[in-house]
């Protein structure tokens, strides 16, 4: 990216969306910096580097697949118990790390939005890189679990993406509110934990959404996650687990709701990060 020194550069608070999203691919080479320093500083900074990323989804399946699987004895639908719940974790460990990158985006970088101008939205966004490269590390390990229970996916894995595109709206909806927030109330970083655990209570990490009541499964399907997992679910592990379409398509409706939410309140403030951050 160069810049013409004869030419006065006009810094605007708020710009109109078309230049907006222009100034996004003119800016396109900070927004990969940032992102590749994100993510080295998130494993060099670590005792065991990428090993945490493995150890922490491994962990978390062995401990819910203990109490859902052996204690409370859920129904799996077919499947071995820590692959239905590791089909779950990675989406779920995707949103939750890319909702805590994000959310605490603008306050990590403060000193740079204070003093450069450049389209906000690439700082909260480079969260969901380092989320993405989370989920890829998990993904090598869930093939792995795959071999080691001889099951394969058929090719409804091809619906993959979708559902990655569906994590990601959720993802990014809700880490753009919450960058907002955080820039304006400090409180914030400390509910984001919070929310993270309080939401893998109510999704279905541990167990089936086929448990939910028939009265209530659409209801449930209002968390966007629940269509997020079952389909990550329906999508890796074949024709053994069943699929609710309705849900789906409430789950589609509100995590596009979600993403136009944060996305438009994110905007809304951008013009005083600078000043109360």
């Not at 399946?61 to 071995?80: E, K």
């Not at 890829?136 to 619906?159: K, N, Q, T």
């Amino acid at each position: 990216m160069s810049l013409d020194l004869k030419t006065p550069l006009i810094i605007e608070p708020q710009r109109p969306i078309g230049h907006y999203w222009r100034d996004l691919l003119q800016y396109r080479e900070l927004f990969y910096f940032l992102a590749w320093r994100d993510v080295l500083v998130r494993y060099k900074q670590t005792a065991i580097g990428v090993a945490w990323v493995a150890l922490r989804p491994l962990l978390t399946m062995a401990v819910i697949s203990f109490v859902f699987g052996r204690l409370a004895r859920l129904p799996s639908g077919g499947v071995p118990y820590p692959l239905l719940v590791f089909a779950a974790v990675l989406p779920w460990q995707f949103f939750a790390t890319a909702l805590s990158e994000s959310g605490n985006s603008l306050v990590s970088n403060a000193t740079l939005i204070s003093k450069v101008y450049f389209p906000r939205l690439i700082v909260p966004a480079t969260g969901i890189v380092v989320a993405l490269v989370d989920l890829a590390v998990s993904g090598a390990i869930f093939l792995a679990l795959l071999a080691w229970y001889g099951v394969w996916p058929d090719l409804r894995i091809l619906a993959l993406p979708a559902f990655l595109l569906l994590a990601l709206l959720v993802a990014m909806g809700a880490g753009l509110w919450l960058a907002a927030l955080n820039a304006r109330y400090r409180d914030v970083r400390y509910v984001v934990p919070f929310l993270v655990q309080f939401g893998l209570y109510i999704s279905p990490v541990g167990f089936s959404s086929s448990v939910v009541p028939s009265q209530w499964r659409l209801l449930y399907s209002a968390n966007p996650m629940v269509g997020v997992i079952d389909g990550f679910r329906w999508s890796l592990l074949g024709q053994d687990v069943a699929f609710y379409w309705p849900g789906l398509v409430l789950s589609i409706v509100f995590a596009v709701a979600l993403f136009g939410f944060g996305l438009g309140y994110f905007r809304r403030v951008e013009r005083s990060f600078a000043d109360v951050i």
